[in-house]
């Protein structure tokens, strides 16, 4: 038998990740996990989030705790294990071995897009709560460790041709597609996090991906600040998305 497949999703925010999640959890061969570093990061940072409470007593807060959780035996026995991380979530310091053996892929979309999203949820947005940059930083590590780029999806790519866009991914992931990943019904899913009652209205109203997206939203001010200081770091893995590698 061979060993079950461990899908280490590297996203920020407001990336289509919660929706990306629910595809996956479509496939019968396949549990999903949702953002099971929060609480650790909430404990570790100190950070005033919505819903922080309900959240800390979601969830264990020792990091080593989760690691060994992600590391131990797949829940229900599946061949596939679909983890949904923060890349901010990971603080310096997190150990990262239980990474090991995985297939770490790395989620993207635009950084106009993530914070006129963002913005709409709360109030404050810095660029450290995009994880733009530690979402770099875990790209070049994945790269080290297998000679080459991982894998790179575009939540813009998805929306454009979601049944193309996930299936270059299941190919890079090695697994045949499964069409129905590209319908969920509505109403959220069991996995969800407590969190879910504050950010993911739109994808429990939703039973599949949005139509294309259309012109980037014009910022301004610090919303505008923020943007451009993660654009370097998307530009950077954009340029290895899935799409653009086989165009």
Same mark, same amino acid.
């Given at each position: 038998?061979?060993?079950?497949?461990?899908?280490?999703?590297?996203? &920020?925010?407001?990336?289509?990740?919660?929706?990306?999640? !629910?595809?996956?959890?479509?496939?019968?061969?396949?549990?999903?996990?949702?953002? $099971?570093? !929060?609480?650790? %990061?909430?404990?570790?940072?100190?950070?005033?989030?919505?819903?922080?409470?309900? #959240?800390?007593?979601?969830?264990?807060?020792?990091?080593?705790?989760?690691?060994?959780?992600?590391? &131990?035996?797949?829940?229900?026995? @599946?061949?596939?294990? %679909?983890? /949904?991380?923060?890349?901010?979530?990971?603080?310096?310091? +997190?150990?990262?071995?239980?990474?090991?053996?995985?297939?770490?892929? +790395?989620?993207?979309?635009?950084?106009? *897009?993530? #914070?006129?999203? %963002?913005? @709409? /949820? *709360?109030?404050? #947005?810095?660029?450290?709560?995009? &994880?733009?940059?530690?979402?770099?930083?875990?790209?070049?590590?994945?790269?080290?460790?297998?000679?080459?780029?991982?894998?790179?999806?575009?939540?813009?790519?998805? *929306?454009?041709?979601?049944?193309?866009?996930?299936?270059?991914?299941?190919?890079?992931?090695?697994?045949?597609?499964?069409?129905?990943?590209?319908?969920?019904?509505?109403?959220?899913?069991?996995?969800?996090?407590?969190?879910?009652?504050?950010? !993911?209205?739109?994808?429990?109203?939703?039973?599949?991906?949005?139509? $294309?997206?259309? $012109?980037?939203?014009?910022?301004?001010?610090?919303?505008?600040?923020?943007?451009?200081?993660?654009?370097?770091? %998307?530009? @950077?893995?954009?340029?290895?998305?899935?799409?653009?590698?086989?165009?």
């Amino acid at each position: 038998m061979s060993a079950p497949l461990r899908i280490v999703m590297w996203s &920020g925010p407001r990336n289509l990740s919660t929706a990306l999640m !629910y595809a996956f959890a479509q496939r019968p061969d396949c549990v999903v996990s949702d953002e $099971p570093f !929060y609480a650790a %990061y909430l404990a570790a940072t100190g950070a005033a989030h919505p819903m922080r409470a309900e #959240v800390l007593a979601s969830q264990p807060t020792e990091p080593a705790a989760v690691a060994a959780a992600l590391a &131990g035996p797949v829940p229900g026995g @599946r061949a596939v294990w %679909y983890q /949904k991380h923060m890349t901010h979530h990971m603080c310096p310091g +997190f150990d990262l071995g239980w990474t090991a053996g995985a297939a770490e892929v +790395f989620l993207i979309r635009h950084p106009a *897009r993530v #914070v006129a999203s %963002y913005a @709409r /949820k *709360r109030e404050a #947005v810095s660029a450290a709560d995009l &994880g733009f940059a530690r979402q770099a930083e875990l790209f070049d590590r994945a790269a080290d460790r297998l000679g080459r780029a991982p894998p790179v999806i575009d939540a813009t790519d998805i *929306r454009a041709d979601p049944g193309r866009a996930l299936g270059l991914l299941c190919a890079a992931l090695g697994l045949s597609f499964d069409a129905r990943m590209l319908r969920w019904p509505a109403g959220g899913n069991p996995a969800d996090g407590v969190w879910a009652a504050h950010w !993911y209205g739109a994808v429990h109203r939703s039973s599949g991906f949005e139509p $294309p997206e259309g $012109p980037l939203p014009a910022l301004a001010g610090d919303a505008a600040a923020v943007a451009e200081a993660c654009l370097p770091h %998307y530009a @950077r893995l954009a340029a290895h998305r899935l799409m653009t590698e086989v165009a």
